[in-house]
């Protein structure tokens, strides 16, 4: 309420289709459509209409949005039982006190937010207790929220500086057929943590706030594309314990090359600025950036690149992308397919036709079992299996 007027304040979803607007308007130098986050917390009263805020599909532009959930909403799911929702007792100071002004069945809730998800993709979840729970810079504020994307948990004005290593480049041919060339894995890990860094002082910020920032954490964000093409390369299925163990092994192994660079270059350039006070202070550990690693959907880097996403399996075997510019339609193959395809004498303009227009290899007799074994895309594997491919990595 306000109480000047009498009337009542319009609400954050509100707000959150008035951005949506002015985004709409404001494209990337009118290249690009402009991508937003938007978060709400799980306790915020208005959690209901936020949920349902994208229920009619391209209502609300450029923005995904997330439900933040902390550790108390979580468990209130787990027992069945209800959950506060808080408000500031002072709404004109965010650093107030929270105040309880009403109660929801966490598991009517939950449902809710799954059903957004089945529906339409929206809303996605964030579990803010768990992300601030790794927080390296705590003593900078929390975080609460992420990039459009999901996979950068940022404090407010810090910018993602990221960079991806194709691993698909990283099969050779060994003594006893395909294997992984560690060492040369190794020194691009190293060359390209050094690059990100350089990246920080290089680039001409946009905000003053985001200058500061960026380099007052230094963080970076190596990734990795082309773990399904790894894979396949490997002929090991994505949905196998062998294709969880090499992705375990793969960025077990950058993270710990990631480390020692960045432990490196704290000694010959120094820390991050912001280090006093942060977890490595406490823990004793030198570091040139707060954050080294992350792994991106690489959506529009992996086409250019010619690979497979980030750690997703293959999407499609073959697949129709459609030109936003241009106007037209182009028909992308992949390449280890296609040479697989050629190779076995299965390869037709048919096939490849169906493939595009949504078929799967799985109900063809004319493709041998090995192939559909190693070439299964996203839709032919289990969903459990995407959770346990993401959690091997991010373990």
């Known amino acids: 309420s306000i109480s000047t007027t009498h009337g009542k304040a319009c609400g954050p979803i509100a707000v959150l289709r008035h951005l949506s607007s002015v985004s709409k308007l404001v494209t990337q130098g009118g290249k690009r459509d402009g991508a937003n986050m938007a978060v709400m917390d799980v306790h915020h009263p208005d959690i209901l209409e936020f949920i349902d805020s994208k229920e009619v599909e391209g209502e609300i532009h450029n923005f995904n949005i ?20 808080r408000i500031n007792k002072d709404q004109s100071d965010p650093n107030s006190p929270m105040i309880e002004v009403g109660r929801l069945d966490a598991r ?72 992984i060339d560690f060492d040369r894995l190794r020194d691009v890990v190293h060359t390209t943590t050094r690059f990100l860094d350089n990246v920080i002082d290089a680039n001409a910020y946009s905000v003053l706030q985001i200058e500061k920032m960026t380099r007052a954490t230094r963080k970076t964000g190596l990734g990795v594309m082309g773990f399904a093409d790894m894979l396949v390369t490997l002929d090991i299925p994505y949905n196998s314990q062998d294709g969880l163990n090499l992705g375990r092994e793969v960025m077990s192994f950058i993270r710990q090359e990631a480390d020692t660079t960045s432990e490196q270059l704290a000694r010959e350039r120094g820390v991050f600025p912001a280090y006093e006070g942060s977890a490595y202070q406490k823990q004793g550990r030198l570091m040139r950036n707060a954050c080294r690693l992350t792994v991106a959907p690489t959506g529009t880097i992996s086409m250019i690149a010619g690979c497979s996403s980030g750690i997703e399996p293959l999407f499609s075997l073959c697949y129709h992308k459609h030109n936003i510019l241009e106007g037209e339609s182009l028909l992308y193959v992949d390449a280890n397919f296609e040479q697989v395809a050629k190779d076995d004498d299965f390869y037709s303009d048919e096939l490849m036709e169906y493939l595009a227009n949504g078929g799967s290899i799985q109900s063809r007799d004319d493709v041998p079992e090995w192939v559909k074994e190693v070439f299964r895309t996203s839709h032919d594997i289990n969903p459990e299996w995407h959770v346990r491919m993401q959690a091997a990595f991010q373990r």
């Open 66 to 85: 997330s439900v933040g959930a902390s550790h108390e909403f979580m468990e209130a799911v787990k027992n069945g039982s209800d959950y506060p929702l």
């Open 108 to 179: 009517e809730i939950f449902d809710k937010i799954i059903h957004g998800a089945w529906r339409n993709g929206e809303p996605g979840m964030i579990f803010l207790d768990w992300v601030n729970h790794k927080n390296p810079t705590p003593h900078l504020g929390r975080m609460t929220a992420t990039n459009p994307c999901g996979e950068q948990p940022l404090l407010p004005y810090e910018s993602c500086n990221l960079g991806s290593i194709n691993l698909a480049n990283f099969v050779v041919e060994g003594t006893d057929g395909p294997e």
